[in-house]
């Protein structure tokens, strides 16, 4: 099972209002595993950043003024994403975010249902606790060591987002499950390989002529 936790920076919170994409973070899980595969892309806003959007993600309308348009990058990220089921935290913000930059492009919209909210999940899960990004990792002893030198950043929070998920999910304590299993049967289908009575495959070759003869003598002497 595919899935792709997703994160985006923005110049503001509403992109009714002229707000645009900055940056782009995407990280693989296969069966809640990350496998190393990731799309990353900074993305020239055409317009200014706001000096509180710097101070939380510190991209500034100079560093991004050389950087690729949405126009440019967006083929790959959804080449990148497919079809596949997208991890977010605070999924309404991102996904209405992206989908109204896809739209003005005319390009293909993603689905409410394609979205996985772990603000949800974990609201749900530890009712009355603090549900922040931060907060989680620090419940699941994630280190942000990181984030005190790149603040926020697409692909460093979609990176601490897919540990987050994982934990959220017990996907570390199935997959051990899984493992424990796996040898479990293993193990039983070696034992049950030597078990008396365990029938064996049909061989695909003829018999010698000294196993004829012997299987003749045994034959004669069960019949005198």
Do not use: W
Not at 19 to 25: F, P, S
Not at 91 to 107: R, T, V
Not at 137 to 160: P, T, V, Y
Request: glycine share 6%; charged share 25%; with cysteine.
């Amino acid at each position: 099972m595919r899935e792709i936790t997703f994160d985006l920076e923005t110049t503001g919170l509403d992109p009714r209002s002229g707000h645009k994409i900055v940056e782009i973070g995407c990280v693989e899980l296969i069966d809640k595993r990350v496998t190393g595969n990731s799309f990353h892309a900074y993305v020239n806003p055409q317009r200014d950043v706001p000096k509180a959007a710097e101070k939380v993600h510190g991209l500034s309308t100079e560093f991004l003024s050389n950087k690729p348009i949405f126009d440019d990058v967006v083929d790959e990220f959804l080449e990148f994403v497919k079809f596949d089921k997208l991890v977010i935290h605070n999924a309404a913000f991102d996904m209405g975010f992206i989908n109204y930059q896809l739209k003005e492009l005319s390009k293909p919209m993603f689905f409410n249902e394609q979205a996985i909210d772990t603000l949800q999940m974990a609201r749900k899960k530890y009712p009355g606790a603090k549900a922040s990004l931060d907060a989680l990792c620090g419940r699941f002893d994630i280190s942000l060591e990181q984030r005190k030198e790149e603040k926020h950043g697409a692909l460093l929070d979609a990176q601490l987002l897919a540990e987050v998920y994982i934990h959220l999910t017990g996907g570390y304590q199935n997959s051990l499950n899984l493992g424990s299993t796996k040898a479990h049967t293993q193990q039983t289908v070696e034992h049950d390989a030597s078990a008396p009575g365990k029938h064996h495959q049909p061989r695909h070759f003829p018999p010698t002529s000294e196993e004829i003869a012997a299987h003749t003598e045994f034959m004669r002497k069960i019949s005198s």
